[in-house]
T-cell receptor
Framework: DTEVTQTPKHLVMGMTNKKSLKCEQH?????MYWYKQKAKKPPELMFV???????INESVPSRFSPECPNSSLLNLHLHALQPEDSALYLC?????????????FGPGTRLLVL | QKEVEQNSGPLSVPEGAIASLNCTYS??????FFWYRQYSGKSPELIMS????GDKEDGRFTAQLNKASQYVSLLIRDSQPSDSATYLC?????????????FGEGTQLTVNP
């Protein structure tokens, strides 16, 4: 089973709202990732958690706040977003955070900021 | 120079033909190479991974890696309309902070019935 689940599938929020994206995997993977993908562009890495610790933060604005409550869950808290933050947000996981491990992507959350 | 470059496309082939997708990378220490397929509005799905020089075959798909030329390719034999998608080349390498997957811009493939 290589399933990564994400909720919600779609989200519309205003610039003053606070919302959270959720990602879950039950493959025993110890590395989890958040990516942002704009239309007709490749995914861009935002954050990486390895063994529930934040390993990589790609200089993402503080209005995006990641959280890894346990080894199966990854959240992305959103606050005071801008319209340019509208994108597909992808979660991925891999067995370990090493270069040989395959990253498996969830279906994504399509976010629209009004 | 971009870290990962793909032939820009779009690429259009007739059904049953061979589709050839190419990718070059700039960093010689890159260790792992992946091809993902992404249908419009969906998330990337792994097609192939390759780590050593040479060819790797899986059904209608063959990945080829040449580390000396810093080149990786994906061949799709007997192309089907269902293969129409964007193909993303991704390169992974170890860094002090951990490994990082870098994607090319993608090549949009259309297979015409």
């Amino acid at each position: 089973d290589t399933e990564v689940t994400q909720t919600p599938k779609h989200l519309v929020m205003g610039m003053t709202n606070k919302k959270s994206l959720k990602c879950e995997q039950h493959m025993g993977h110890r590395a989890m990732y958040w990516y942002k993908q704009k239309a007709k562009k490749p995914p861009e890495l935002m954050f990486v958690y390895s063994y529930e610790k934040l390993s990589i933060n790609e200089s993402v604005p503080s209005r995006f706040s990641p959280e890894c409550p346990n080894s199966s869950l990854l959240n992305l808290h959103l606050h005071a977003l801008q319209p340019e933050d509208s994108a597909l947000y992808l979660c991925a996981s891999s067995s370990e955070m090493t270069s040989r491990e395959t990253q498996y992507f969830g279906p994504g959350t399509r976010l629209l900021v009004l | 120079q971009k870290e990962v470059e793909q032939n820009s496309g779009p690429l259009s082939v007739p059904e049953g033909a061979i589709a050839s997708l190419n990718c070059t990378y700039s960093d010689r220490v890159s260790q792992s190479f992946f091809w993902y397929r992404q249908y419009s509005g969906k998330s990337p799905e792994l097609i192939m991974s390759i780590y050593s020089n040479g060819d790797k075959e899986d059904g209608r798909f063959t990945a080829q890696l040449n580390k000396a030329s810093q080149y990786v390719s994906l061949l799709i034999r007997d192309s089907q309309p269902s293969d129409s998608a964007t193909y993303l080349c991704a390169v992974n390498k170890e860094e002090t902070s951990g490994s990082r997957l870098t994607f090319g811009e993608g090549t949009q493939l259309t297979v015409n019935p």
